[in-house]
């Protein structure tokens, strides 16, 4: 149960976009469709933001986006705000039948 | 409302025991699965255990696999962790969170606010 690789940090500019990748294997975010983003401001419990790699819950804005290729998925944050620096995890089903998480990913916004 | 609210964190020695609780409330708790995740001091999130909707189903990272005992009482709306044998690497926030409806959903679309487990001597 290897932790999903993510950058440790990114940065944009107030209305840029920015990915944060999130690559695994063929055991878990290559072998299936459940991926899912979290978003975690400090002191807070975690925010589901995306599921099943491309579908946003209800009230997420549709700033924010998913996509998958092969063994690695992709979180997009468009029109950046001030609002969105946090800490960003991916997760993913694997063939244990577990979820694994990424090791997360700090979003500043300069 | 929905909520999930955690309760049973504490300080603990090294080898000790301790049961963790979480109570739901605003919607139908014995529909859903549901799942511990937890989180050390500035670290990332770990996932700890999965439960379904009735129970019949387990799972549990390698981390605690044989430590900890997920359980759930439908009838009281509350899912528990047992935690046995602790280790200083278990301290962290502990967070129970909502699974799917009837079946696994895979993801967590409700989240506690938490609570912290201290192991040390």
């Known amino acids: 149960q290897s932790a999903l690789t993510q950058p440790a940090s990114v940065s944009g500019s107030p209305g840029q976009s920015i990915t944060i990748s999130c690559t695994g294997t063929s055991s878990d975010v290559g072998g299936y469709n459940y991926v899912s983003w979290y978003q975690q401001h400090p002191g807070n419990a975690p925010k589901l933001m995306i599921y099943?790699?491309?579908n946003r819950p209800s009230g997420i804005s549709n700033r924010f986006s998913g996509s998958k290729s092969g063994n690695t998925a992709s979180l997009t944050i468009s029109g950046l705000q001030a609002e969105d620096e946090a800490d960003y995890y991916c997760?993913?089903?694997?063939?244990?039948?577990?979820?694994?998480f990424g090791g997360g990913t700090k979003l500043t916004v300069l | 409302e929905v909520q999930l609210v955690e309760s049973g964190g504490d300080l603990v020695q090294p080898g000790g025991s301790l049961r963790l609780s979480c109570a739901a409330s605003g919607f139908t708790f014995s529909d859903y699965s549901m799942n511990w995740v937890r989180q050390a001091p500035g670290k990332g999130l770990e996932w700890v255990s999965y439960i379904s909707s009735r129970g019949g189903t387990i799972y549990y990272a390698d981390s605690v696999k044989g430590r900890f005992t997920i359980s759930r009482d439908n009838a009281k709306n509350s899912l528990y962790l047992q935690m046995n044998s602790l280790r200083a690497e278990d301290t962290g926030v502990y967070y129970c969170a909502r699974d799917g409806v009837v079946i696994r959903y895979y993801f967590m679309d409700v989240w506690g606010k938490g609570t912290t487990v201290t192991v040390s001597s």
């Open positions: 997760s993913s089903y694997t063939t244990s039948g577990t979820l694994v």
């Open positions: 099943d790699v491309t």
